[in-house]
């Protein structure tokens, strides 16, 4: 019978270990993972759970008993340190060696470091696990100021459920707006302004050269003062499994429309992966996001149960700060121009981006009729009017029906 072995017990390792049952494996499963938490969600660590409105049992993807009930064998603390893909087998750090008949590499990303003076005090925090987030959550007590680096989503998150617990906060950005890699102008200077409607100071074209036992040491000289201080900036992949692996890898593991890598035997999922986005014309990404987790983790399930691959997928993702809900679908890879519908100010609106009159991305602000009809105006590419879209006096309904 086959056995596979699945390393990496996150969200899409978690959940092809549950998929593979659910579509019928019969043979062994092991799920190896080197947190000693059973997989767990991430994104409330820097939300719901921060500001103490989850418990530990609300993040598990499923019951800790789960996976003995469906035979799926958890080992937790288990780091796998080679993977030698002639013998199928993956040592792990204590000495033992697992072998497999299909592998799932499902090892995440990591946290960003800064190549700065500094960055090695032991005091300085980040955000991917549990028990970064318990570090984090230790020091927001009300009135204590943290400094956060970096103004991606984890950062500003992070900011909004500190002020939610009455303590200060600093966003700290090199570029010259926050989230400027990853959304467009208007939802920059949108969240800008909330955060600083919230009271978090934010800068922007601000450089960190130090870190320093009071704070953090920025290009102009400046010391921003801080209790604690956030490096939010950015995750890498966590692909040196696959390369000991001898896998092709760029920017992350690379895998096809079925998430299987360069070895037939062998698939990875999830964050780790650089992996072709059908809906932009198969162009390769890094989406570090949990619907891109789940749908791997079904692409590779099928593939091994001998399914036929899942439909392909709108990419999606979510962020919660304060009381807005963001959601965007799609990837404005090759947009030309963008449309607003909707008004910022009002903290409801939406900005799609355009090629051609194919819609690419939505960005939805509080906005949920905006993201469902975009996204699926983006799956089924149905062209659209840009005046129609622009005016809210139109329903998207009636935008979706051209
Ligand atoms: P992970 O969940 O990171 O799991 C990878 C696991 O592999 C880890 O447990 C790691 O310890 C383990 N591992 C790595 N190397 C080894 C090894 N050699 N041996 C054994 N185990 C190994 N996404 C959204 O869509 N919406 C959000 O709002 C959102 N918010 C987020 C907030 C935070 C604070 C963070 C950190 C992430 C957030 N994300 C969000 C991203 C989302 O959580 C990730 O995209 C998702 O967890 C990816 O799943 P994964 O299984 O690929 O990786």
């Given at each position: 019978m086959t056995k596979v072995l699945i390393i990496g017990a996150g969200h899409a390792g978690g959940t092809a270990a549950a998929l593979l049952r659910q579509y019928g494996h019969e043979g062994p499963i092991v799920l190896a993972g080197e947190?000693?938490?059973?997989p767990y969600q991430?994104?409330?660590?820097?939300k719901a759970w921060l500001k103490g409105e989850a418990d530990l049992e609300a993040l598990?993807?499923?019951?800790?008993?789960f996976y003995a009930e469906h035979g799926i064998e958890l080992r937790l603390g288990a780091t796998a340190t080679a993977v030698d893909a002639a013998a199928k087998a993956v040592t792990f750090a204590d000495g033992t060696v697992e072998t497999y008949d299909a592998l799932i590499l499902a090892t995440g990303s990591a946290a960003r470091k800064l190549n700065l003076p500094g960055a090695d005090r032991p005091d300085l925090l980040e955000l991917r696990t549990l028990a970064d987030a318990e570090k984090l959550k230790a020091a927001l007590e009300p009135g204590r100021r943290l400094a956060v680096v970096g103004g991606g989503y984890v950062g500003l998150e992070a900011a909004a459920s500190a002020r939610a617990l009455g303590a200060e906060a600093v966003v700290i950005e090199?570029?010259?707006?926050?989230?400027a890699r990853v959304a467009s102008e208007t939802l920059s200077d949108f969240f800008t302004r909330y955060h600083r409607d919230h009271g978090v100071e934010v800068l922007t074209s601000a450089e960190v050269t130090e870190f320093e036992a009071s704070g953090v040491r920025l290009a102009d000289g400046r010391l921003i003062e801080a209790d604690a201080v956030l490096v939010g900036v950015g995750a890498a992949a966590c692909e040196q499994l696959a390369a000991s692996a001898g896998l092709t890898c760029e920017n992350g593991v690379v895998v096809d429309e079925t998430a299987r890598t360069s070895d037939t035997a062998i698939w990875a999922i999830g964050d780790v992966t650089w992996r072709p986005i059908p809906m932009h014309g198969g162009l390769r990404h890094r989406l570090e996001s949990v619907p891109n987790a789940l749908e791997q983790a079904k692409q590779a399930a099928a593939a091994i149960t001998g399914r036929p691959a899942p439909a392909p997928e709108v990419p999606w993702f979510w962020s919660d700060q304060y009381d807005v809900k963001l959601q965007i679908a799609g990837?404005?890879?090759?947009?030309e121009r963008q449309v607003l519908r909707g008004d910022p100010a009002a903290a409801a609106f939406a900005v799609f981006h355009l090629a051609g009159d194919l819609i690419v991305c939505v960005e939805a602000v509080n906005a949920p009729a905006e993201f469902m009809a975009g996204r699926q105006m983006i799956g089924r590419g149905t062209p659209v009017d840009a005046e129609r879209l622009a005016n809210?006096?139109?329903t998207m309904k009636a935008v979706a029906a051209g």
């Open positions: 947190e000693p938490a059973p991430r994104p409330p660590l820097s598990l993807l499923r019951p800790e008993n090199r570029m010259d707006r926050v989230l990837l404005p890879l090759q947009a809210p006096a139109v």
